[in-house]
């Protein structure tokens, strides 16, 4: 293997089929690792199970927002109509609810999609800048035609010739070593 300038980063299995890769998640979520991840071109039926990922909380955070937005929808139309500046139209009562409707469930939308739009952005990682799968040009391939499951060397199990012989093991057809380079290409077959 030639030596390679940058820090060692992780170690990918590039599989050409899901079913493999669906079988390593499992074996490696039952090995107790806690730094790894799984990138696939599409949707891959189970893999989350596979993987032991928990329910996401971005439905609830944005249920919740939405419910937040109608209720500060209704105070605000409450203190402007009834409260701050009182003026009776038509011989409406001050504080009409049917009339409130449309501002109302625009807040409940505003708040439930701005939550949204944030919440997949910070639990995705989508804030992150770098990644050295990037560098690797593995994304390229993990989103075309193959399957990668990505074991970070800051895993508290990570060693080197064990995670080898782990994704060989399970039928990874190409095992890259994955180098933190800014100038050169990062991966090392």
């Not at 992780?10 to 074996?27: S, W």
Request: hydrophobic share 45%.
């Amino acid at each position: 293997m030639p030596e390679s300038s940058g820090s060692l980063q992780g170690m990918v299995g590039v599989f050409d089929d899901p079913t493999p890769l669906l079988h390593m998640a499992g074996k490696a979520r039952d090995a107790g690792w806690k730094h790894w991840d799984c990138h696939t071109p599409y949707p891959v039926h189970g893999l989350e199970k596979a993987m032991g990922l928990r329910d996401s909380l971005i439905p609830f955070l944005t249920i919740s927002a939405g419910f937040f937005g109608a209720v500060f929808a209704k105070g605000m139309q409450w203190y402007m109509s009834d409260y701050d500046f009182p003026v009776i139209v038509g011989g409406k009562p001050l504080f009409s609810l049917p009339a409130f409707v449309p501002v109302t469930f625009e807040l409940f939308v505003l708040f439930a999609a701005l939550t949204t739009f944030g919440s997949v952005i910070l639990f995705c990682g989508l804030c992150r800048w770098h990644s050295p799968l990037h560098d690797a040009n593995l994304m390229l391939e993990a989103t075309s035609d193959r399957y990668v499951v990505w074991f970070d060397a800051t895993d508290a199990l990570f060693e080197e010739s064990e995670v080898r012989k782990f994704l060989e093991g399970n039928g990874a057809g190409d095992v890259r070593v994955v180098y933190n380079e800014s100038d050169r290409r990062s991966v090392e077959t």
